[in-house]
């Protein structure tokens, strides 16, 4: 059964870093488009950073450009999402996700074109 299980957050303070993993099993992570999404509560779900299969193109959103980093280690199933430079308003609940969208260099950033996804990691970052 396909299931992505996400990890590496926690609590920072603001200005800190921390590293997201995203571990897949049940299906081969070169396969999919990925992506993360995060939650902030009574918020929309929205799009953080994708990458596509080949690892070759990523896309962030403007309000992380510069300071998040995707990436993906096929060889391992795993996909990260590395962050910097961390504000209050990064608190959210992270989620992992794996996209079947055609393509081995395009990038997928809405919520519909993803088929899969993990249970979230919340990520706090303090003031």
């Known amino acids: 059964q396909v299931q992505l299980v996400e990890s590496g957050g926690g609590l920072v303070q603001a200005g800190g870093s921390l590293r997201l993993s995203c571990a897949a099993s049940g299906l081969t992570l070169r396969e999919y488009t990925m992506g993360w999404f995060r939650q902030a509560p009574g918020k929309e779900r929205e799009f953080v950073a994708g990458v596509s299969r080949s690892g070759g193109s990523t896309e962030f959103a403007d309000i992380v450009k510069g300071r998040f980093t995707i990436s993906r280690d096929n060889a391992k199933n795993t996909m990260y999402l590395q962050m910097s430079s961390l504000k209050p308003g990064d608190t959210a609940l992270y989620y992992c996700?794996?996209?079947?969208?055609?393509?081995?260099?395009?990038?997928?950033?809405?919520?519909?074109?993803?088929?899969?996804w993990g249970q979230g990691t919340q990520v706090t970052v303090s003031s």
């Open positions: 996700a794996a996209s079947d969208s055609p393509g081995s260099s395009e990038v997928a950033d809405k919520m519909a074109q993803y088929l899969f």
